[in-house]
């Protein structure tokens, strides 16, 4: 009932809070034998790791991880592995103005109405540090998965501002600080996310990811639906208001005619002509590439003042200090990335354990 966990066969569960001495994760299910140091988890790290650009928070963590169990001599034993990051670099003065007012937008209000206290300092439970955890259970999940299946996230939107999608270069991904498939945007994104950002305000994002070499017939119809695993897995990451599979909402306008997803046989094996339904038809996978798009809301912390109240019912101005991203759906790429990882060793696990 706690909400901390997610999956079935492979799960996990999230620890910690954003201004506590560390948090962390357990992962079980996880099959034995696999190799798996800290160095496989690590990288995915690097990329959500705040402070590498002016584009995100200042906030200097290593975000150094550490497998406390569940492994032995560098393989997978097949019980419960935990692993922790410690918080290094915590500014809890930052937040002194937030002890009894709520932050519009952010989870303050809601937090103190459930459970009638609140950690204040940078967000607490609530706060986009703990996904963190996510992205170090996600490495393992792909360790699960294997190098056939290919996950990858890129910004499609910043704000206002799209990409042409038929410059799309994955290559490009890395090579700039907002993880842009088009190489053509990013000065135009720098300038528009540095108004922003001297504003003292933020920006909402869209963020697309794509697995590829899923095969056919992983999911399960109704109730447990592969995009309906994969939409409530993108609900939980922080600040995310909308999901969509494949065409998504953009399919409201399609004809019939051009909606479905034609098939022929090449070589023998079956080909769709189009992938308008993102992968999954009935809520089991085609064997085509799985596409999900995640609209991310502007961060809720920003510097110019904002009508609230107080916990006392008084009602007041605020506005936050601290170090904030501007975007925070720029390192949300790499979150995204780890959620449908995660959800994909699930749904693996569970196909073969019915049908082998």
Known sequence: MAGNSFGSLFRFTTWGESHGPALGCVVDGVPPRLALTEADIQPWLDKRRPGQSRFTTQRQEPDAVKILSGTFEGQTTGTPISLMIENVDQRSKDYGNLVSAYRPGHADFTYDAKYGIRDYRGGGRSSARETAARVAAGAIARKVLGPEISIRGALVQLGTEGIDRTAWDWGQVDENPFFCPDASAVARWTEYLDGIRKAGSSCGAVIEVVASGVPAGWGTPLYEKLDSEIAKAMMTINAVKGVEIGDGFAAAALRGEENADEIRLVDGQPQFLSNHAGG????????????????????????????????????????????????????????????????????MMQHRAQCG
């Not at 996978?285 to 109240?309: E, H, M």
Request: glycine share 10%; charged share 20%; net charge negative.
């Open 280 to 347: 999954i038809l009935g809520g089991i996978s085609t064997g085509q590439d799985i596409v999900v798009r995640l609209a991310v809301k502007p961060t809720s912390s920003i510097l110019i003042p904002r009508q609230t109240i107080t916990a006392a019912g008084e009602e007041t101005e605020i506005f936050t200090k601290g170090r904030h991203d501007p975007c925070v759906g720029i390192r949300g790429v790499p979150v995204a990335e780890a959620m449908l990882a995660l959800v994909l060793a699930d749904q």
